[in-house]
């Protein structure tokens, strides 16, 4: 497939607080969520509950308990 119709790379920036393994534990989730995305493989209440998720992975809000992230 020429360059233009691929899909382009996915960056994941380390989060300052993250050991190693979590950072590459939060990257696969990443991808592999967004891999799905890509592939059209979620429903929309499996698409909306991912999209939640990843928003989730991509904020520093993945560190820390889940009641610091309700406001």
Avoid: C
């Amino acid at each position: 497939m020429p360059p233009h119709h691929s899909w382009a790379p996915l960056r994941v920036p380390r989060h300052a607080t993250e050991t190693v393994e979590q950072f590459e534990q939060r990257r696969n989730e990443i991808l592999q969520i967004v891999e799905g995305f890509r592939m059209g493989r979620y429903g929309r209440s499996e698409a909306e509950r991912l999209e939640r998720r990843l928003a989730v992975l991509r904020s520093d809000q993945s560190k820390k308990p889940a009641s610091s992230s309700r406001r």
